[in-house]
């Protein structure tokens, strides 16, 4: 089976500008998990999706946004840009999310912000 | 407050020397899972196991072991006779959550070098 992957795997942008970054799960799988990866704060939670709805939400502001599509594909956004932005974003992948169920990561995608 | 410490940044050994990764969690969940991860220098986190919060059966796999104490809160990652290939950034998660709202909680990481 294919493990999840994430495009593009690297990513630069200036301040203000918006960005799209896509998963693609696990064949399968119907949740997608997005987080924030930055030396500073560590791995934090972004926002959770399982069938086209947003399950789960983290501590983010309103500029970091996403969605589902019926084939579990996700995307993530994040509108104006700010420097502290740079962060390797990863993907995770489950079969229904939840407490129990593994998360199975991408590759991430690194974001540089100019 | 902390839910998941891995208290070690960083630790150095030799190749070939056994090396113990500390986890100490926290939750007032009596149900909840226990993971560990490694992440190489490629980024992507690999899945290494997964254990419930009522199975405290140590794990072995290869020269991997697993120490789960719930009266230490501890879920402790020992790798036996080091590797190069071993040189990377390990992670220690959390889940828990009641009522369908489930947190994964991830520890800072520790990075493990480990010198030929």
């Known amino acids: 089976k294919a493990g999840v992957t994430q495009t593009p795997r690297y990513l630069i942008k200036t301040r203000g500008q918006q960005v799209t970054l896509s998963c693609s799960p696990i064949?399968?799988?119907?949740?997608v998990s997005w987080y924030q990866q930055t030396p500073g704060q560590g791995l934090q939670f972004l926002f959770e999706?399982?069938?086209?709805?947003?399950?789960n939400k983290g501590n983010f502001p309103g500029r970091f946004s996403g969605r589902q599509f019926s084939n579990s594909r996700s995307e993530m956004n994040v509108s104006t840009l700010e420097l502290g932005d740079s962060a390797l974003y990863l993907c995770?992948?489950?079969?229904?999310?939840?407490?129990?169920?593994?998360?199975?990561f991408g590759p991430g995608t690194r974001l540089t912000v100019l | 407050a902390q839910k998941v410490t891995q208290a070690q940044t960083e630790i150095s050994v030799v190749e070939k020397e056994d090396v113990t990764l500390d986890c100490v969690y926290e939750?007032?969940?009596?149900?909840?899972?226990l993971f560990w991860y490694k992440q190489p220098p490629s980024g992507e986190l690999v899945f290494l196991i997964r254990?419930?919060?009522?199975?405290?059966q140590n794990e072995i796999s290869g020269r991997y072991s697993w120490n789960f104490q719930k009266s230490t809160s501890s879920f402790n990652f020992t790798i036996t006779a080091s590797q190069v290939v071993d040189s990377a950034v390990y992670f220690c998660?959390?889940?828990?959550?009641?009522?369908?709202?489930?947190?994964?909680?991830f520890g800072t990481g520790t990075r493990l070098k480990v010198l030929a």
């Open positions: 999706y399982f069938s086209e709805t947003q399950r």
């Open positions: 939750t007032r969940d009596t149900t909840y899972y």
């Open positions: 995770a992948s489950s079969l229904v999310g939840g407490l129990t169920d593994t998360q199975y």
């Open positions: 064949s399968g799988h119907r949740s």
């Open positions: 998660a959390l889940s828990e959550g009641t009522s369908g709202t489930y947190k994964y909680i």
């Open positions: 254990r419930n919060s009522f199975d405290e």
